[in-house]
């Protein structure tokens, strides 16, 4: 069942200032005397003013919000040349970065151990390409990987090419020559082991 009074304030205050000027016009023909009407008339007038109220303390806060917002990006402007400037400065120690409550950065990047690439799969193409991919398995941007193959009955690997990339286009190959292919990563920090072999025409 609906409520008759409007759920919101606005609306609340419509329907009781109508509602109490109509009975005090009349009181006596809805049952009521002007006593009965009154602090309905009084507790309209108060929430008329509680509104009033309301959207001016809503005024003001979003004012002061503004200012506070337009106070800290000034600060920020302020800061943040300050502190590059310091942070670009070789005789500021670490040890007067974190007095001051500065971040203290490694500047000397560490080395990166190269992962061994995993699920190397090789697709022979009719026009003689043998399309290699494989996955990175976690490598950094930039990891080089060292694309190896043994062809037909060949005992030893030999380079074919090295990439950035995990997929490889290895053309001039013949239909029916098995080929063995395997990958390995290389960063400054070394080499990885190979990866899994995978190859094309293997009987």
């Known amino acids: 069942m609906n409520d008759y009074l409007p759920r919101k304030d606005a609306d609340a205050l419509t329907f009781v200032t109508t509602l109490a000027a109509t009975l ?15 602090p309905l008339t009084n507790k309209a007038n108060e929430l008329g003013q509680a509104l009033q109220d309301v959207d001016a303390l809503k005024s003001a806060a979003s004012a002061g919000v503004a200012h506070k917002e337009d106070i800290r990006a000034a600060l920020e402007s302020l800061v943040r040349p300050l502190v590059a400037q310091i942070q670009a400065n070789p005789a ?12 203290v950065y490694d500047t000397t990047p560490s080395a990166t ?14 026009n003689g390409v043998h399309v290699l991919s494989w996955n990175r398995n976690g490598n ?3 990891t080089q990987f060292i694309i190896e193959a043994k062809t037909g009955t060949a ?10 990339a995990t997929s490889y286009e290895h053309p001039g190959q013949k ?15 070394g080499e990885s082991g190979n990866s899994n072999e995978a190859g094309a025409y293997l009987s």
């Not at 809805?30 to 009965?36: E, Q, S, W």
């Not at 500021?92 to 971040?103: E, M, N, R, Y």
């Not at 151990?113 to 009719?126: E, K, M, N, R, S």
């Not at 239909?175 to 920090?189: D, E, K, T």
């Open 155 to 164: 005992t030893e690997f030999v380079r074919v090419d090295v990439i950035t």
């Open 92 to 103: 500021v120690t670490a040890q007067l970065k974190t007095q001051a409550g500065l971040p």
């Open 140 to 142: 950094l941007p930039g």
């Open 175 to 189: 239909a029916g020559v098995p080929v063995v292919y395997r990958v390995r990563a290389r960063r400054s920090s």
């Open 113 to 126: 151990a190269p992962q061994v690439p995993t699920d190397l799969v090789v697709q022979p193409q009719a």
């Open 24 to 38: 005090a016009a009349n009181p006596a023909s809805y049952g009521l005397t002007a006593n009965d009407v009154t």
